[in-house]
């Protein structure tokens, strides 16, 4: 026999055949209302069960990392942005994501570089009026930026 096929499994490998878009969509669905509720740490419990499962379900990787953002864990914030990202370059929403976090670590030169980078995003494709005013908050952010 081929170790190929005697090799156990892991759970995430299983799992992550079973599931449909709708349904992870409904799973994602139940981590934001958990949020919503005020339930991080079960929020978080759904979303790193998600990013397991479906690493390239790029949502997911954004609401952990707003898990993160809630409880001021910049670092493995800024890992799942990025993980998001390798999924979805051109994601508005994780870069804004990233901004934010680098303007709430002072990190201000690389934020700066990529409000440009999203402002440019956004003349190319509008987004939702959410995101336009959530840009323009670190945009404000930005220009008030501590000397």
Same mark, same amino acid.
């Given at each position: ?5 005697? !090799?156990? =499994? !892991?759970? #995430? ?6 599931? *449909?878009?709708?349904?992870?969509? *409904?799973?994602? #669905? &139940?981590?934001?209302? #958990?949020?919503?509720? /005020?339930? %991080?740490? =079960? ?5 790193? /069960? ?31 942005? =990025?993980?998001? @990202? ?7 929403? *994780?870069? &804004?994501? @990233?901004? #934010? %976090? ?9 934020? /700066?570089?990529? @409000?440009?980078?999203?402002?440019? @995003? +956004?003349?190319?494709?509008?987004? *939702?009026?959410? &995101? ?7 945009? +404000? =952010? ?6």
């Amino acid at each position: 026999m081929s170790s190929e096929v005697t !090799r156990k =499994r !892991r759970p #995430s490998e299983i799992l992550k055949r079973g599931y *449909s878009e709708k349904e992870l969509d *409904s799973v994602y #669905s &139940l981590a934001k209302f #958990s949020l919503q509720s /005020g339930n %991080i740490r =079960r929020a978080e419990i759904i979303f790193k /069960g998600i990013t397991e499962v479906a690493p390239e379900y790029y949502p997911a990787w954004l609401g952990l990392a707003y898990v993160h953002i809630e409880t001021a864990d910049f670092d493995p914030a800024v890992f799942c942005v =990025r993980q998001a @990202l390798r999924v979805s370059p051109s994601s508005v929403e *994780s870069l &804004l994501y @990233l901004i #934010s %976090i680098l303007l709430t670590t002072k990190d201000y030169g690389t934020a /700066g570089s990529y @409000l440009g980078e999203v402002g440019d @995003l +956004i003349k190319a494709k509008p987004v *939702s009026p959410n &995101l336009e005013k959530f840009y323009e908050i670190q945009l +404000i =952010r930005y220009q008030n930026r501590e000397s």
